[in-house]
């Protein structure tokens, strides 16, 4: 739904906001673009949306070019940006009737589209109140509704909670997450990490206008942080001697109650690891993976760009 070959964007002849940018995202996926300010991410959003032209390099989004066909590029985006943009004196009926028009959108068509979103996002009984009214939460819902009233197939959100209260928030991550189809591609800029962690298929961290990393999140921890690692605790004080540790599994640390292996292939060898403590009649409480989040993966990867230590 998305794809890009080194991407690129150079302002005044001698700064790349935006330097090789490859990325493919599919469609029904979420991809999380994290990043400094000032990274590259806007810029890149900017180009794919066909608002600025690339300097070097190409891109296709829902098929299109976005220098040979930014029309039909625009048609099938659909943006939230940082500063939403209401027109607050609109009522949020009025708002999407008058942004269906900008689409092209004929009157039946249009009518169709606004009732179905403001139902959608619970906004039917607010219709005929000015949007200068509505809490945050609701001002980015339907600014949201807006960026959906053409049904395009790809949605770029920059971020969709910023400055928002905690409640408010959870209500647009909700949203995001419902609009995942398997017809519709979301790319989201944001800073928050556990908003990316919980939403996104993929990431990318983007760094000074260079991808650092795109993937998973579990194949950039196992490639940043290194193999999984789980933890047995132990009721009692547990003695190691003589314990022979499967292939592909490591001690990385002990306490006199627990121990923490570093494991590369968790589905073949942790069955047998579990069976050789019980065996010694270990008391063991429990055994599960060290939970890693992706603000180690962020941190580390960030400060290994910029040539500082790191404590995990």
Not at 106 to 115: A, F, H, L, Q, Y
Not at 261 to 277: C, E, G, I, M
Request: net charge neutral.
């Amino acid at each position: 739904m998305i794809e890009t070959n080194d991407l690129s964007k150079q302002y005044n002849n001698d700064f790349w906001a935006v330097d090789g940018v490859t990325l493919n995202v599919q469609p029904g996926q979420i991809l999380a673009l994290l990043g400094q300010n000032g990274a590259g991410k806007t810029t890149t959003v900017r180009m794919l949306t066909a608002l600025l032209s690339p300097t070097r390099g190409w891109a296709r989004v829902a098929g299109f070019d976005v220098v040979k066909n930014p029309q039909e590029v625009r048609a099938n985006v659909g943006v939230l940006t940082e500063q939403h943009g209401l027109y607050t004196r609109m009522s949020g009926e009025e708002y999407l009737e008058y942004f269906g028009k900008v689409y092209g959108l004929d009157e039946k068509t249009r009518r169709e589209r606004s009732g179905y979103l403001l139902e959608y996002f619970g906004l039917a009984d607010s219709a005929h109140r000015r949007s200068g009214e509505y809490s945050k939460g609701m001002k980015q819902k339907l600014a949201l509704a807006r960026a959906l009233i053409h049904d395009p197939s790809v949605l770029l959100l920059d971020e969709p909670t910023s400055a928002m209260d905690p409640e408010s928030a959870q209500l647009v991550r909700s949203e995001i997450a419902r609009l995942r189809s398997s017809k519709r591609t979301i790319v989201m800029c944001t800073h928050n990490l556990a908003e990316a962690e919980a939403l996104a298929d993929t990431i990318a961290i983007i760094y000074r206008g260079r991808i650092l990393l795109n993937g998973t999140l579990d194949q950039l921890k196992r490639d940043v942080l290194g193999p999984v690692e789980y933890e047995a605790k132990f009721a009692e004080a547990f003695e190691l001697d003589g314990l022979e540790l499967p292939e592909g599994v490591t001690l990385a640390s002990r306490s006199a109650t627990s121990l923490r292996f570093r494991v590369d292939a968790p589905q073949l060898t942790n069955p047998r690891l579990v069976s050789q403590l019980i065996a010694r009649k270990a008391s063991l409480v429990s055994f599960q993976e060290v939970s890693r989040k992706l603000e180690q993966v962020y941190l580390k990867t960030m400060a290994d760009a910029q040539g500082v230590s790191h404590a995990a």
